[in-house]
């Protein structure tokens, strides 16, 4: 061992002893004849000196070492004349005697600091240096032991960990499949798993009852801000289990990672919200309930005052902003601009400020008289100093844009509080959506959710109200405005899914097509199952009070799919190709 | 939930209670009027009884059960008149009170007990209904308890789990990569992990300086038996540490899981067995040490008596075999007919008899006195009735012909108990091979391994025999005959890295060309490191008394690298194949 200690522990008990410690220049200082090194490695830092009346040959080392070179360094803990309340080692030093360097280094391309001097590519590409900064080895130190301790509580419940494999099938639906092609079965490939779902779901009809795997997951998709290639889920799924026993098992494993690793208490029972709820007050089916400003329905309160915007619509909807009632006009101009983005898609908004001095101001007060507009500020729960702001047109559609408002102003306003967390259930999904477009239903989760048992006189209804109003037995862990899991209770019963298949307008031979392999293993006796999977790179994001996951994952790809580092993908061998049996019809 | 207990855990005490159990229909017989089902989940089998005087509707619905057929049952724990000791529920049975089917079943293609008396086709393409029985439930379950206690165990020595990446590069050195082509870079390929070396590395740069990950790893083998074309890794490493703190730490890891999984105690510490002896007296660098037979090389003693088969080769070694000097002419003529099949490649066998009766006998008695005979049995540790076999040849060639011998020797004594456990470190590898063919040296690990300390002398020496000489800081982990494990501390420093691709022949170009990332990073400050692999599936098969790992592997590939269950690989769309810019050479 190059070390007795690491360079985090030591503590002024510890004056007098004789150490040995290794690690990384983190600096190095001349003050009045003396040398002063900062050692770092993964536990912290530690203070070296070297006075002034050293050996000379030690004297010259010190001298010569460079930022990030390793050393190893021998003297005597001694306690600091000027101590350093912020560093756990802040109340001693080592007064060195010998230093060994282990290995030199360049002068790396930016600082190695909690906040490094380097834009986002020249990190990416050091990124083995990048990972020497404290915010991203607090990352992965957080991020291994959440996995520890997802395992401990699954363990404990009596969850068996099974590897899946990961050269699997490619199937006909969904997202694309990254593919492999296999040399020993020429023309023919692999795909790689976007989830083990099928075989999660094998896994129960094998009678393996409570199953877990903390696994990687691949999506060959046009990258969005903030996706990967390849992330990790941490996968789940139990037989003889209905819905309230999968709720009340994650939440329990939630509950235990929250306490575990950051010490903090989640409600017991967690709220649960129905998905008609999360949307009506939300306009969102993940939720951020770290704060109110919710949606309120003012439809009735303002028709029929002659403002044709509003008679027009099927629905009218606000939102109060506390404290905002003193905006300038040139602010909500901007806002109106801002949420006839077309990322929000909105026509126009409607204000109604409630002054501090109880009157009352409004782009509509041509319309209604000012105690009308109270009344309507009121349906919104505004108070006295506070802004409503209102949107209207389709329901769900107007709903959706004031959740994206909310959202916006509550991240003005400081109400988005990392540190603060709202972890909740949303239930009660419906089963099926109806695409106008298509004429025909899409199931919301996918074809092997159930129905909840009380619905099922609608979902064998043959009227499309009836089938619009079945619930899933599906629900999401929604964390501060994320979808952090979701899953379902699975169809079992073959009738059931034969009904399914019917409303989907799947026919006997697509779903054979499609579906027939697990369908047929259904045959052998599935028992009633259900789970959920969580996304884990996002689950370490946000226990870290952080809103991107890349910081999260050791090695991770840009937007286009590449890692920088590495610099993959990448071209191969003719002879690689060759052996595989495939030509490349890029032009060059 | 379904059920208030598991098949497996009611008991005696239970007696009285009303339980609800949930499970598949092991087997269900008639015996005078009442009905008894054995009902089956993963934590045991429970006896349910329908009596003759039950209501007719539960009587008939008991009589319609078949096998594998999915229930839910209800009713009272009764002590049972005739008690099965074999069964942990074997006081006790459930009086039935009411049976809910929740799912039927096709009768299963082959029976789901101990021993199936389905052939291994049909279990494979039914992997979901083979898992079902004891032993894969088993296997799996060892498998989920070996990787938590193994997490344990590194967790609690300060190791993280680092998730590295699985799109990465294709690198144009060892065995062949399987490859992901990148749609959104048309024409280029990620390559699945052969191991994630380069990265543990990179994580070790980086500081962190004990590294972990159970991972899955690839490789594009033409598949022998048992080898799988995904498998897993327990991938380790760690800095600021010599090959003596690598051993300690990794052995204590084996203890741990020796201990916890099995409750057996190995030695502490562990054997430890430089690879010349090893070769010398196993005739193989993974020596079964759970029994002796050792290899004795015998050259000097027989040659110079006239027999010129000896007399002409440079190495004679022979091995003793307890009590079998009582073998026929016939089985030795077997015997060495075996070993003269090319898998072993003998030219022929030597034996000598040591007669219970004190005389001696052997097929080369023309040329050796009887006392001279007993002299070589007496050097090879013979005793009385044993049999001595003996070969010849070039040194390692025939050592290793002597180690397979022995090997199988064994197998047909029974020495090989797979409930015995003889793990032991092999080290001192030698650092290079000398390759005849191609007058040059390569590294027999990689070119990254560090020479002994102690060995720079030779390493910088321009002789062969010195080069030859130089000792690895290499170690393998062997159990029973199998290498389970193995790594070695890396060279951190360019000069000897320099002088390793000097001394195999690789120039400069070559080595930016094909180690240049990794090179490259090690000149921003590497630590000294080294670490380990082990072989995940057969560490596990190994633990369950095992030889092969398939049953270790929930849903395993054949040997032509195809999941017959799932059907994969397969062929692709035309329009995948069109998205990834790729072709088709294959004639159809």
């Not at 834009?119 to 915010?135: N, S, T």
């Not at 997802?150 to 419940?157: E, F, G, M, P, S």
């Not at 099927?314 to 801002?338: H, M, Q």
């Not at 501090?356 to 000012?370: E, L, R």
């Amino acid at each position: 061992m190059y070390r007795t200690h690491t360079c985090g522990e030591l503590r002024i008990a510890d004056a007098g002893k004789t150490v040995t410690l290794a690690g990384w220049v983190q600096k190095s200082r001349k003050l009045g004849g003396m040398t002063f090194i900062d050692l770092r490695d993964r536990y912290g830092i530690t203070q070296l000196v070297v006075e002034a009346d050293a050996p000379q040959e030690l004297v010259d080392i010190a001298a010569s070492l460079g930022r990030e070179f390793v050393i190893q360094a021998t003297g005597k803990v001694v306690e600091r004349q000027s101590k350093n309340p912020k560093m756990d080692t802040g109340e001693i030093e080592i007064a060195l005697e010998g230093i060994n360097i282990l290995n030199k280094s360049l002068t790396p391309p930016f600082t190695i600091e909690e906040q490094s001097d380097g834009g986002e590519d020249i990190r990416a590409k050091y990124r083995y240096l990048d990972l020497r900064r404290g915010p991203l080895k607090r990352a992965l130190e957080l991020r291994h032991h959440i996995a520890h301790e997802c395992r401990n509580y699954l363990d404990a419940n009596g969850f068996l960990e099974i590897e899946t494999p990961y050269l699997i099938k490619s199937t006909p639906e969904g997202a694309r499949d990254f593919v492999v092609p296999s040399r020993m079965n020429p023309g023919e490939f692999y795909a790689l798993p976007q989830s083990p779902q099928t075989f999660k779901q094998l896994l129960m009809v094998a009678g393996y009852d409570r199953y877990f795997q903390i696994v990687r997951c691949f999506r060959d998709e046009d990258l969005r801000a903030d996706r990967q290639p390849e992330f990790t889920q941490i996968d789940c799924e139990m037989s003889f289990v209905e819905q309230e026993d999968v709720l009340n098992m994650f939440e329990g494993m939630m509950r235990h990672l929250f306490k575990k690793v950051l010490g903090v208490d989640i409600p017991n029972p967690l709220p649960r919200m129905s998905w008609y709820d999360a949307m009506d007050r939300y306009g969102s089916d993940k939720p951020d309930v770290r704060f109110g400003m919710t949606i309120h329905e003012i439809t009735a309160d303002v028709q029929g005052h002659g403002f044709s915007v509003f008679d027009s619509v099927p629905y009218v909807g606000a939102i109060a902003v506390e404290g905002a009632a003193e905006w300038s006009r040139k602010d909500l101009d901007a806002l109106t601009e801002w949420v006839k983005r077309p990322q929000v898609g909105a026509k126009g908004l409607v204000y109604i400020k409630l002054n501090a001095d109880g009157s009352v101001k409004s782009s509509i007060d041509k319309f209604y008289t000012p105690e009308q507009l109270k009344d309507i500020a009121a349906k919104v729960e505004a108070k006295t100093g506070d802004l409503v702001l209102v949107l209207c047109g389709p329901k769900r559609k107007t709903q959706t844009q004031l959740g994206v408002l909310r959202l916006e102003l509550a991240g003005r306003q400081g109400l988005r509080d990392p540190k603060v967390f709202a972890p909740l259930w949303i239930v009660d999904f419906p089963l099926l959506e109806w695409s106008e477009e298509d004429g025909r239903f899409y199931a919301m989760h996918h074809p092997f959710t159930a129905p909840k048992p009380e619905h099922m006189d609608l979902f064998y209804s043959d009227k499309k109200e009836d089938l619009e109003r079945v619930c899933a037995n599906a629900y999401d862990f929604v964390l501060n405005g994320n979808e952090l899991g979701g899953g379902s209770i699975r169809i079992h019963n073959a009738d059931v899914q034969e009904r399914m298949f019917q409303v989907l307008g799947i026919g006997k031979e697509e779903a054979e097509y499609k579906f027939g392999f697990i369908i047929n293993a259904f045959k052998f006796g599935a028992p009633p199952h259900g789970g959920l999977a969580f996304g884990f790179d996002r689950l370490c994001a946000l226990f870290g009070g952080q809103e991107t996951i890349r910081d999260y994952i050791a090695f991770p790809k840009n937007n286009q799919g590449r890692d920088v580092m590495i610099d993959s993908p990448s071209k191969i061998d003719q002879i690689q190709m060759d052996e595989l049996c495939l030509a490349s019809t890029v032009k060059e």
